[in-house]
């Protein structure tokens, strides 16, 4: 009769794979955006209280044609700490930009961020290269599959942790996901767009080819103006896509590599 003996299991050898992600520089650019776009926004609305780009008929009350000045007003009428707030019209430039008042001063500050916006996406662009990182975002025949795929994942992943039931990512085999690779592949377009618009606006005569490229000096205000928004929506999403993703995503824009934990079968 024969006799099987089992031994002790052995444990299962983990291998650690240390993968390249960021080039230095595309970590830098990334990180210098955030001051840089907060301090364009901010100086950018001091310079839209003095010229808003969307006025209606003056208010035979209040003499105001300014759409985000009746927004102050309106929040001022219906919160109960601001009811005595001293000057209701200004509440969203007073919370939301450098102050009122001061064109001259925003103007000069807008500049000078202007400019290390547009230095700071040239290094960013030279990190991409360097790094080889533009592949990565290069749009892929299976984006519009992976996209829904994501949407998917995203909107039931909330819903799924409420309830505690399991909720698989999508299998990506790649440095990014769709929902991903088109935000970020689309931040340099909006970036570039964002930069031609402003210098179309500063120098309307001399540069009125570029300001001719958006519909004129007026619709080069508003393609500005939207701008800055989208650059403020592309937050929320950008960093909900970093934490859905994990602490290893938010790491490697830090140090610039990643690690995968796979376990493998003796």
């Known amino acids: 009769m024969a006799t099987t003996v089992v031994g002790e299991a052995k444990e299962q050898p983990i291998s650690i794979k240390v993968v390249k992600k960021h080039h230095l520089l595309v970590r830098m650019s990334h ?3 955030i001051p840089i776009l907060l301090m364009l926004g901010l100086s950018g609305m001091s310079i839209y209280w003095a010229a808003p780009v969307y006025t209606h008929t003056p208010d035979p009350t209040t003499g105001n044609n300014d759409y985000l000045a009746d927004f102050g007003m309106y929040i001022c009428r219906h919160i109960p700490i601001y009811h005595q707030y001293s000057m209701p019209a200004n509440w969203i430039y007073d919370h939301f930009s450098l102050g009122t008042g001061l064109l001259a001063d925003a103007l000069n500050i807008h500049w000078l961020f202007a400019y290390l916006f547009m230095a700071n996406g040239f290094l960013y662009l030279i990190g991409l290269i360097l790094g080889n990182g533009y592949k990565s975002l290069l ?13 998917r994942y995203y909107l039931g992943l909330l819903p799924a942790k409420l309830l505690r039931k399991p909720w698989h990512h999508p299998v990506i085999n790649s440095k990014y996901n769709a929902l991903q690779r088109s935000a970020y592949f689309s931040m340099p377009i909006f970036g570039t767009l964002s930069v031609l618009t402003g210098w179309a606006i500063h120098k309307p005569t001399q540069l009125k080819w570029i300001a001719a490229l958006f519909g004129g000096y007026d619709y080069a205000r508003i393609w500005h103006f939207w701008l800055m928004w989208i650059f403020a929506a592309f937050v929320i999403p950008h960093v909900i896509l970093v934490a859905a993703d994990g602490w290893d995503t938010f790491r490697s824009m830090v140090v610039g590599w990643s690690d995968r934990v796979t376990r493998h079968d003796a």
């Open 139 to 151: 749009p892929r025949r299976t984006d519009v599959g992976e996209t829904f795929a994501m949407i």
């Open 31 to 33: 990180w210098l955006n």
